[in-house]
Nanobody, 117 residues
């Protein structure tokens, strides 16, 4: 089992920055892919960024060039640095971890990000 706990959300004006953190505990060695998703009110959950095997980085089209995903393996923590924030980035942001071998998908409880215009 893996537990994921996000932090760092908040309220920011357009053009500002925030850094989200996701602290992982439990069987974190089993995770093949870790990343971030977001869900705005009335919309489907959307892919934001991920780190997969070989430290490959992938970003969603709407955040590429503005957001940066990283991790500190020693601290079992995943980060999402969000710059040049826009009102359309307003959403609940979720940390995700996938164990492809066992077919398991883990989610954090989410952290709210609100960007005012």
């Amino acid at each position: 089992q893996v537990q994921l706990v996000e932090s760092g959300g908040g309220f920011v004006q357009a053009g500002g920055s925030l850094r989200l953190s996701c602290a992982a505990s439990g069987s974190t060695f089993s995770l093949n892919v870790v990343g971030w998703y977001r869900q705005a009110p009335g919309k489907q959950r959307e892919f934001v960024a991920r780190i997969s095997s070989g430290d490959r980085l992938d970003y969603g089209v709407s955040v590429k060039g503005r957001f940066t995903i990283s991790r500190d393996s020693a601290k079992n923590t995943l980060y999402l640095q969000m710059n040049s924030l826009k009102p359309e980035d307003t959403a609940v942001y979720y940390c995700n971890g996938r164990d492809n071998l066992r077919g398991l998908n883990y989610w954090g409880q989410g952290t709210q990000v609100t960007v005012s215009s």
